[in-house]
């Protein structure tokens, strides 16, 4: 996609100054609007130049639906001293002490907590990378068992900040997830593991591929059911809020 010009305004979605982001897009044969919940943007793309006020009347036109999308369980939560993450599902308060030396820590003597470190200013990021360290740890153990269970072998193992996806196997048999797997129970964790393990033996959804899952000791019901409903409030966590500029850029 080629994109010729931005504009950053902003759209009131009931007392909420929201960003509102256009795009000229010249392959774009309609008006796109699409939110993004967790960054609590609004985009949309116009083919022409000349039609930019009509994309921002096509998106005040649909602030209820925007309104809809835009729910405060999903909007960005950067990590900050004293905040609650399920780590592994389960809640652990974040306890900053800008004196502790080392990487960051887990300590359960009265309550779960993760101790850390550091600048203020850097908390956010030191979780985030410290979160996907213990992501890859977890999944590539998860991996390798299932892989060992079904007699195949893995190509890389990649942790990666998607919005949409919890995991996925390509063809040549390189496995990718989400490093926010690392905030969901460790069964739930395991069975995105397994699934994507099967798709080494089945590249489809097919009822041998199910087998496949549930041979590996997965529920794919309960994890289904458990992601559907914990699943997208997950995406938010570790996301910086993005102000809006004061004036959109000359």
Same mark, same amino acid.
């Given at each position: 996609?080629?994109?010729?010009?931005?504009?950053?305004?902003? /759209?009131? =979605? *009931?007392? @909420?100054?929201?960003? &509102?982001?256009? +795009? %000229?897009?010249?392959?774009? #044969? $309609?008006?796109?609007?699409?939110?993004?919940?967790?960054?609590?943007?609004?985009?949309?793309?116009?083919?022409?130049?000349?039609?930019?006020?009509?994309?921002?009347?096509?998106?005040?036109?649909?602030?209820?639906?925007?309104?809809?999308?835009?729910?405060?369980?999903?909007?960005?939560?950067?990590?900050?001293?004293?905040?609650?993450?399920?780590?592994?599902?389960?809640?652990?308060?974040?306890?900053?002490?800008?004196?502790?030396?080392?990487?960051?820590?887990?300590?359960?003597?009265?309550?779960?907590? /993760?101790? =850390? *470190?550091? @600048?203020?200013?850097? &908390?956010?990021? +030191? %979780?985030?990378?410290?979160? #996907? $360290?213990?992501?890859?740890?977890?999944?590539?153990?998860?991996?390798?068992?299932?892989?060992?269970?079904?007699?195949?072998?893995?190509?890389?193992?990649?942790?990666?900040?998607?919005?949409?996806?919890?995991?996925?196997?390509?063809?040549?048999?390189?496995?990718?997830?989400?490093?926010?797997?690392?905030?969901?129970?460790?069964?739930?964790?395991?069975?995105?593991?397994?699934?994507?393990?099967?798709?080494?033996?089945?590249?489809?959804?097919?009822?041998?591929?199910?087998?496949?899952?549930?041979?590996?000791?997965?529920?794919?019901? @309960?994890?289904?059911?458990?992601?559907?409903?914990?699943?997208?409030?997950?995406?938010?966590?570790?996301?910086?809020?993005?102000?809006?500029?004061?004036?959109?850029?000359?």
């Amino acid at each position: 996609m080629t994109i010729n010009h931005i504009t950053r305004t902003e /759209i009131n =979605i *009931g007392a @909420r100054a929201t960003p &509102l982001i256009t +795009r %000229v897009n010249r392959r774009a #044969k $309609r008006l796109i609007l699409k939110v993004d919940p967790v960054a609590g943007e609004i985009h949309v793309t116009a083919p022409s130049k000349r039609a930019v006020p009509e994309a921002i009347r096509f998106a005040h036109e649909r602030i209820d639906w925007i309104a809809s999308q835009l729910t405060d369980n999903l909007r960005a939560r950067p990590f900050k001293n004293g905040m609650k993450v399920p780590y592994e599902g389960i809640d652990h308060i974040i306890l900053h002490d800008e004196k502790l030396r080392g990487g960051p820590r887990i300590d359960n003597d009265v309550m779960p907590v /993760i101790r =850390i *470190g550091g @600048r203020p200013e850097h &908390l956010n990021r +030191r %979780v985030c990378d410290w979160l #996907k $360290r213990q992501a890859r740890l977890k999944l590539t153990e998860s991996v390798d068992r299932h892989c060992a269970e079904l007699g195949k072998t893995r190509r890389a193992l990649r942790i990666r900040d998607t919005k949409t996806r919890w995991g996925s196997c390509s063809s040549d048999g390189d496995i990718s997830f989400c490093w926010r797997l690392i905030l969901t129970p460790a069964d739930i964790l395991d069975y995105v593991a397994a699934h994507e393990c099967a798709h080494l033996i089945h590249m489809d959804h097919s009822p041998a591929f199910w087998r496949v899952v549930r041979g590996l000791g997965a529920d794919p019901r @309960r994890a289904a059911d458990w992601l559907n409903a914990n699943g997208p409030g997950l995406y938010a966590y570790g996301v910086a809020s993005q102000p809006a500029p004061d004036h959109p850029p000359a």
